[in-house]
């Protein structure tokens, strides 16, 4: 098996042809491993792009609530900002998750 095999590589084309891709591999600026970062970084940024997309898609859906109505503007300046009628008290609940309740 040996004496097939080392013939073939003292040919000068086939030993080429083995430091070739060795150097591609593992030398060059951008072998396996650079590669592997290159795809990883690649399925991060593909994950933000979506996670940005539903987030416009989220921001475009309460615009539109916003601008559809006064009422709409008021219930969510009161709720979100914690604004107030001059006249008013506002009493803030949390329960144990750590979310408000506005009362």
């Given at each position: 098996m040996m004496k097939k095999i080392l013939p073939r590589l003292k040919n000068k084309y086939v030993l080429s042809i083995i430091c070739f891709v060795i150097w591609i591999a593992f030398f060059d600026d951008n072998n396996f491993i650079v590669q592997y970062h290159y795809r990883q970084k690649l399925a991060e940024i593909r994950h933000d792009e979506q996670f940005y997309k539903d987030e416009i898609e989220k921001n475009n859906r309460e615009l539109h609530?916003?601008?559809?109505?006064?009422?709409?503007?008021?219930?969510y300046a009161r709720e979100k900002?914690?604004?107030k009628k001059p006249n008013e008290d506002i009493f803030i609940f949390v329960?144990?998750?750590g979310k408000r309740i506005l009362r």
């Open positions: 609530y916003l601008t559809s109505s006064k009422k709409n503007l008021e219930t900002y914690l604004m329960d144990e998750q």
